[in-house]
């Protein structure tokens, strides 16, 4: 296993080991070349968490995407017949693109572009930044091959952000809105002709051009970013807030609100199961201050679709029936509690803990968050085993995990016992007294009380 196949492995959770491992199988039997490309290798060699995985086909990629929908249960969320392109959501809510090796010509810019099928090489040198221009090599004879033709590997050394080629910006001035995104997710500077190539972009107005479903697209993303706040500060900083709706601008973004969801998504603990839908809780807080009409403007200038309106203008509706399930006094035990939340969806639960006006209810949700979700995640099946006498893989194992886990919620936890006092002087106890020094006081004696005479 070479370095970076080691690296990536490391990297990797294990639902997304499993992914590429799918990815794989698929496309050798479609006897395509595959690539892990883009953010992945960005984010693995930049030492930042991999949240998506981009994978790109020498190759017919579309044939490899129906292979992995069928076999896999994987469900085609988006597809691009112009660039051989899908977007897929995977077991264990895996995203991952899968991608042709293409070539991009504009005629114009923010115009369609020619796609036509490439290599590898090809592929990378069309691409926005060098830092996502780097390629691993998935193929069996090549595995672990790096391929860097951009020199992105010194820029990520660097923290420096540099376009590809003169007239990437040009081309797809979305791209504008990557590059501050990048720059403030990564803490990366802006290479000095890039930042020119960026000022004269604005001086020419093209971000005008970037079509409205791009928009979104870019929405997307940056929900699922941690840095989301700061995101959208910068973009009003920018004065590019207002592609997405003019009413966006000054104090209707809420960026407050979107530092409260910050810290909200920041109480699920590292490494549990706990789905989360981002959308619908970023947007949510991002046009919590527009008034219907502007929300309304502001899915018409992205292109939303009506479920994923539905996102965020339903999610208080949603989020009542939860809270008036938490608020019932029959909730009484930990596992109840437990099992009301475990079956809820994470983006009412986080929404709730920021926006429920009731104590009882942020309370809960702080508790299986907190205390009930660690506890839950540290059983073992050879803990159950040993408790239950039913083997790992078996049907009734699951069953049997379940009822265990909440067997240990409703436990109390053991009072500690005190330890014994030990005697002075004694090992581990308190010194001795010292004895009165010659000539000094002696011992102090105590007060006797004064005889009352009745």
Not at 247 to 273: E, F, H, I, Y
Not at 387 to 413: C, D, H, I, M, W
Request: net charge positive.
């Amino acid at each position: 296993m070479s370095d970076y196949m080691f690296m990536l492995e490391s990297h990797l959770g294990t639902e997304q080991n499993r992914v590429v491992a799918d990815v794989q199988a698929a496309a050798a039997e479609a006897n395509v070349s595959l690539f892990l490309t883009g953010g992945a290798m960005r984010d693995m060699l930049g030492g930042f968490a991999i949240r998506d995985l981009d994978f790109t086909v020498e190759g017919a990629a579309l044939k490899v995407v129906k292979a992995l929908a069928k076999k896999t249960d994987a469900k085609i969320l988006a597809e691009d017949d112009t660039r051989k392109c899908a977007e897929l959501l995977f077991p264990g809510a895996v995203t991952a693109e899968v991608s042709m090796s293409r070539n991009e010509r504009y005629g114009k810019s923010g115009g369609k572009p020619q796609v036509t099928p490439a290599t590898i090489h090809e592929d990378l040198a069309r691409r926005d930044f060098t830092v996502d221009a780097i390629a691993l090599s998935l193929n069996r004879a090549s595995r672990g091959l790096l391929i860097d033709p951009m020199n992105g590997m010194g820029d990520l050394e660097r923290k420096e952000l540099r376009a590809t080629y003169n007239y990437s910006l040009y081309d797809n001035p979305v791209r504008i809105l990557r590059l501050i995104r990048l720059r403030v997710r990564l803490g990366f500077v802006i290479e000095e002709r890039t930042q020119s190539q960026y000022e004269n972009v604005r001086l020419e107005r093209l971000e005008e051009k970037v079509a409205p479903r791009q928009l979104f697209e870019e929405l997307r993303v940056i929900a699922n970013d941690p840095t989301a706040p700061e995101i959208v500060q910068a973009f009003e900083q920018e004065k590019l807030l207002h592609l997405f709706s003019p009413a966006l601008a000054g104090s209707k973004s809420n960026v407050s609100g979107l530092v409260k969801l910050q810290k909200a998504k920041q109480l699920v603990p590292t490494g549990v199961r706990f789905p989360l839908e981002n959308l619908g809780l970023f947007l949510h807080f991002l046009a919590e201050k527009l008034s219907p009409r502007e929300k309304a403007a502001l899915a018409k200038a992205t292109a939303m679709r009506k479920t994923e309106i539905d996102l965020w203008q339903k999610l208080d509706g949603r989020a009542k029936k939860l809270e008036k399930a938490l608020k019932s006094p029959k909730l009484n035990r930990p596992s109840q509690v437990y099992e009301a939340l475990t079956g809820a969806h994470g983006d009412e639960i986080l929404f709730l803990l920021i926006r429920s006006p009731l104590r009882l209810v942020q309370d809960r949700i702080k508790n299986y968050l907190q205390k009930y979700l660690p506890l839950a995640q540290e059983i073992t099946d050879e803990e159950v085993q040993l408790a239950t006498s039913v083997q790992p893989g078996t049907p009734k194992f699951r069953k049997a995990k379940e009822e265990y886990t909440l067997q240990k919620l409703n436990a109390r936890p053991k009072k500690p016992e005190p330890e014994p006092e030990t005697p002075p002087g004694a090992p581990g106890g308190r010194p001795p007294e010292p004895p009165p020094a010659p000539g000094g006081p002696g011992p102090r004696r105590p007060l006797r009380q004064p005889l009352v005479r009745s």
